[in-house]
């Protein structure tokens, strides 16, 4: 019924509909590109990033999916280094660290997830930030 296409190489999403049969659903499974994916023809995103800003994906994905291509290029711009620094570590790692910091969730995470690298908490603060989303620090 669908596919999740998280290489990030937009040039993809025409063959892929072309192959498939009326109704088929494209998502991207990549938070750096989702937008363009979307504006190409792409039916939306499963998105890490929307853990953190689930607004700011949402209108995202809304003005993209109208064609908006300015106005969705606007409000992804300021979470661009989100989308990069989620992914510091393996996800979920940094994500559910933000979620923490954020006081979102609890503190427990379980094996085989491990703490947040120290070196990557400060950059993922800073990303959090500069797409302006407010957090108490855990």
Known sequence: ?????????????????????????????????????ILQGGDGTISVTANVA???????????????????????????VLHRNLFLEANP????????????????IRLPLTPLSEEYRQPIREALQAANIGWEEG
């Not at 296409?5 to 009326?22: C, F, Q, V």
């Open 1 to 37: 019924i669908g596919v999740k296409e998280a290489t990030g190489e937009l040039d993809r999403i025409t063959p892929i509909r072309e192959l498939s049969r009326k109704g088929f659903e494209l998502y991207s499974g990549d938070d750096s590109s989702c937008t363009e994916f």
């Open 93 to 108: 790692i940094p994500v559910k660290w933000a979620l923490y910091e954020m006081g979102r969730i609890g503190r427990g």
């Open 54 to 80: 689930p607004q700011q994906m949402h209108e995202m994905c809304r003005l993209a999916a109208a064609g908006e291509r300015e106005q969705a290029h606007a409000v992804n711009e300021p979470l661009k």
